[in-house]
């Protein structure tokens, strides 16, 4: 059955959520995610504990190789764990059918990769109302959710362009854009600047922490660099399949309220 999804039930559902804030938003007990190799088992994670509450943003930072991005895939319901149980938004991932991951996914979570993976052949606008249209939401009303984003992101003039004539900036910030579309309450980004220059990077992150704030997201980041980490709640290092906290070199930003 198509649906309409109208700015007032979007700020409805938001508004539903509030009191849920008091619980965490991510919950892994006893994680362990394994692989085999020519060589043999590979444990990636083997009791793997952590939380995330809502309303916080998180850093993961670590070594190419640690399992930051399988970490976020798991979270994300992309990928199974090998054992344990992992809770977004109060739901076990882990005990997800395809079906009910695929519909998880559209439904509860925000995806920004460090590559945009736009389509080419749809324009901005389009590409922001993908995740609308496949939910079951009528075409018009779709785009006018997804003008509103592109508005939020600051690229209400660029929505009748394809990808291929945007900056890699403004493509990323297309792709946040399609990412929220939804109204999720998790937000996983896997090196949503990596490939951008430092000073677009920066604008990027800024964007990112405002809607962060604005709609009451948890957001979890993957990033190499140092001193986006430091702008988050707090960061983790993963190394030999353990989480650890980072000491923060300065405290600014979201625990201060400010941008």
Not at 34 to 47: E, H, I, K, P, V
């Amino acid at each position: 059955m198509m649906q309409t999804f109208p700015a007032a039930a979007q700020q409805a559902s938001r508004t539903a959520r509030e009191p849920e804030l008091r619980a965490p938003m991510v919950e892994v007990k006893g994680l362990k995610k394994s692989y085999q190799t020519a060589r043999g088992t590979l444990n990636l994670f083997d009791g793997l504990h952590f939380q995330v509450e809502a309303g916080e943003m998180v850093a993961i930072v670590g070594q190419s190789g640690a399992g930051k991005s399988t970490l976020l895939h798991i979270l994300g319901a992309l990928d199974a764990p090998s054992a344990g149980t992992v809770y977004c938004a109060s739901t076990n991932v882990a005990n997800l059918s395809p079906n009910e991951a695929a519909a998880f996914r559209n439904r509860e979570i925000g995806y920004v990769w460090q590559f945009h993976y736009l389509l080419p052949e749809f324009t901005a606008l389009e590409n922001v109302a993908m995740p609308l249209l496949a939910s079951g939401v009528y075409k018009r009303q779709a785009l006018a959710v997804a003008a509103n984003w592109l508005r939020e992101v600051g690229l209400e003039d660029r929505g009748s362009h394809r990808p291929g004539e945007l900056s890699g900036g403004e493509q990323q910030r297309v792709a946040l854009a399609r990412a929220l579309v939804n109204n999720p309450r998790l937000l996983l980004a896997d090196e949503p600047t990596g490939d951008l220059d430092e000073i677009t990077a920066g604008r990027v992150f800024d964007l990112i922490e405002r809607l962060h704030l604005s709609h009451g997201l948890t957001s979890i980041l993957v990033t190499h660099n140092p001193e986006l980490a430091a702008r988050c709640t707090r960061a983790l290092r993963l190394e030999s399949g353990r989480l650890t906290p980072v000491a923060a070199n300065h405290q600014v930003g979201l625990q201060a309220g400010k941008l």
